[in-house]
Nanobody
Framework: QVQLVESGGGLAQPGGSLRLSCVASGFPFSNLAWSWARQRPGKELEWVAGIYKDGSAIYPTVSVKGRFTISRDNANNTIYLQMNDLRREDTGLYHC??????????WGQGTRVTVSS
């Protein structure tokens, strides 16, 4: 059974940090690229980070560059998104997605991030 389960969201203050996790099951994890995308209130879906099977990463959303870091743990079928220096505009529902940025192949249900003082 294929499944993506995200966790780690919550409430953070501006300038704070959160680390999101996504555990994948039923996929050939180490052979795939993975991404994080977010749905912000009133905004279109945007891909914030992607990581390829060789571990190289891209950050299509300019505003997160230098603040967010995507990583992967092939031994535990897990993708992470470390988010530092959070801003109010980072508030949204964050999804783990199978594939590189732009893929709609398979999604998790998401974990909600709220940045507020």
């Amino acid at each position: 059974q294929v499944q993506l389960v995200e966790s780690g969201g919550g409430l953070a203050q501006p300038g704070g940090s959160l680390r999101l996790s996504c555990v994948a099951s039923g996929f050939p994890f180490s052979n795939l690229a993975w991404s994080w995308a977010r749905q912000r209130p009133g905004k279109e879906l945007e891909w914030v980070a992607g990581i390829y099977k060789d571990g190289s990463a891209i950050y299509p959303t300019v505003s997160v560059k230098g603040r967010f870091t995507i990583s992967r743990d092939n031994a535990n079928n897990t993708i992470y998104l470390q988010m530092n220096d959070l801003r109010r505009e980072d508030t949204g529902l964050y999804h783990c997605i199978k594939g590189e940025p732009g893929s709609y192949d398979y999604w998790g249900q998401g974990t909600r991030v709220t940045v507020s003082s």
